[in-house]
């Protein structure tokens, strides 16, 4: 038997090898997941409206110098209605402020839901026609952002936040940021 | 002409003229700003529905977006300039034409490395066939005999 016929067997066990790497990949993997660039980056400037209140607005120069987490949600996105649990139950032990970014929604939705749900947010800012959302870089709500003392993005979440996210992900980021001087 | 006929007519040259009025209306300056738009937001992915270019795409986002990269067409910033916006927010995932950089050697370069290995792999066989080839037709007389034997 010579190397030349054996060709053929070991093209077809690469080929095998790799078919068998891109199903284990994808089913690791959330292929629509994009990795955002502004991890390490200075999150992005913004001064939003209060939510409920026409006249103040918050930003992020009422945040500088502390940690936060920033969580865009809508009253429309089902994948937040799923994930709303999770932030009443765990929202305020986590240690740092909870923004909720209300994007894209109507006031009166917006003031229901949070009525039904609960509000988990320690302030809810409105981005009514999305554009702070764009300068985040948000595809999709909801989306999380935890971003340090500094203004830098340290973490993000696409989708909603789960119990496993939260144990493995959230809460070692935030230990993180705590450890810091 | 009939009215039928009138009607079928008027409604078939509507549908033709249907892809020149992108999804949502916008006041272009002229119709070379247009083709611009037009052909700025084909290279762009958008990010919802990711099979999607930003020009065909129906999503929200999509259109929030092509008003953003309309807005700085009026600004007068250039394509470039409005890629790279992008991309600082959606990273190069936006772009359907990605930037040639160490991450994406193996994209731009993976298929002609390919193409090489099939050529030297063809070239290969066929030097191999070309020197085999004499043996075998001395064999083929024997061949045939054994095959009727």
Request: hydrophobic share 45%.
């Given at each position: 038997m010579t190397f030349s016929r054996l060709l053929p067997l070991i093209g077809l066990i690469a080929l095998v090898a790799l078919f068998a790497f891109g199903i284990r990949w994808n089913m690791n993997h959330d292929q629509r997941e994009v990795l955002s660039p502004l991890i390490g980056k200075p999150a992005p400037e913004f001064s939003l409206p209060v939510f409920g209140e026409t006249s103040r607005n918050y930003g992020t120069a009422d945040l500088r110098g502390k940690p936060y987490l920033i969580n865009v949600f809508a009253s429309w996105c089902i994948a937040c209605r799923e994930e709303h649990p999770l932030l009443m139950a765990e929202g305020a032990r986590l240690g740092v402020p909870l923004v909720g970014l209300n994007y894209k929604d109507e006031p009166t939705d917006a003031k229901r839901w949070l009525a039904q749900f609960g509000n988990p947010y320690d302030t809810v800012i409105v981005d009514y026609d999305g554009r702070a959302a764009i300068d985040f870089g948000v595809y999709g709500a909801p989306e999380t952002f935890l971003v340090d003392a500094a203004g830098i993005i340290r973490y993000k979440r696409i989708g909603p936040t789960t119990p496993d996210s939260l144990r493995d992900e959230l809460l070692p980021a935030i230990a993180a940021l705590k450890a810091l001087p | 002409m009939t009215l039928l006929s009138r009607v079928v007519l008027a409604t078939m040259l509507a549908m033709i003229m249907l892809p020149a009025f992108a999804v949502d209306p916008l006041p272009f300056k002229d119709h070379a700003e247009e083709l611009r738009f037009q052909e700025l937001t084909r290279e762009l992915r958008c990010l919802v529905c990711q099979n999607e270019n930003l020009a065909d795409s129906h999503a929200p986002l999509a259109k929030d977006l092509r008003l953003q990269v309309f807005e700085q067409m009026?600004?007068?910033?250039?394509?470039?300039?409005?890629?790279?916006?992008?991309?600082?927010?959606?990273?190069?995932?936006?772009?359907?034409?990605?930037?040639?950089?160490?991450?994406?050697?193996?994209?731009?370069?993976?298929?002609?490395?390919?193409?090489?290995?099939?050529?030297?792999?063809?070239?290969?066989?066929?030097?191999?066939?070309?020197?085999?080839?004499?043996?075998?037709?001395?064999?083929?007389?024997?061949?045939?005999?054994?095959?009727?034997?």
């Amino acid at each position: 038997m010579t190397f030349s016929r054996l060709l053929p067997l070991i093209g077809l066990i690469a080929l095998v090898a790799l078919f068998a790497f891109g199903i284990r990949w994808n089913m690791n993997h959330d292929q629509r997941e994009v990795l955002s660039p502004l991890i390490g980056k200075p999150a992005p400037e913004f001064s939003l409206p209060v939510f409920g209140e026409t006249s103040r607005n918050y930003g992020t120069a009422d945040l500088r110098g502390k940690p936060y987490l920033i969580n865009v949600f809508a009253s429309w996105c089902i994948a937040c209605r799923e994930e709303h649990p999770l932030l009443m139950a765990e929202g305020a032990r986590l240690g740092v402020p909870l923004v909720g970014l209300n994007y894209k929604d109507e006031p009166t939705d917006a003031k229901r839901w949070l009525a039904q749900f609960g509000n988990p947010y320690d302030t809810v800012i409105v981005d009514y026609d999305g554009r702070a959302a764009i300068d985040f870089g948000v595809y999709g709500a909801p989306e999380t952002f935890l971003v340090d003392a500094a203004g830098i993005i340290r973490y993000k979440r696409i989708g909603p936040t789960t119990p496993d996210s939260l144990r493995d992900e959230l809460l070692p980021a935030i230990a993180a940021l705590k450890a810091l001087p | 002409m009939t009215l039928l006929s009138r009607v079928v007519l008027a409604t078939m040259l509507a549908m033709i003229m249907l892809p020149a009025f992108a999804v949502d209306p916008l006041p272009f300056k002229d119709h070379a700003e247009e083709l611009r738009f037009q052909e700025l937001t084909r290279e762009l992915r958008c990010l919802v529905c990711q099979n999607e270019n930003l020009a065909d795409s129906h999503a929200p986002l999509a259109k929030d977006l092509r008003l953003q990269v309309f807005e700085q067409m009026q600004a007068g910033k250039s394509d470039a300039q409005i890629k790279e916006w992008l991309t600082d927010r959606y990273s190069d995932f936006v772009l359907y034409d990605p930037p040639l950089r160490g991450g994406t050697m193996l994209l731009w370069f993976g298929p002609f490395v390919l193409l090489l290995i099939g050529a030297i792999v063809v070239a290969m066989i066929v030097r191999r066939r070309s020197r085999g080839l004499p043996r075998i037709a001395e064999s083929t007389q024997s061949m045939r005999d054994e095959d009727w034997a």
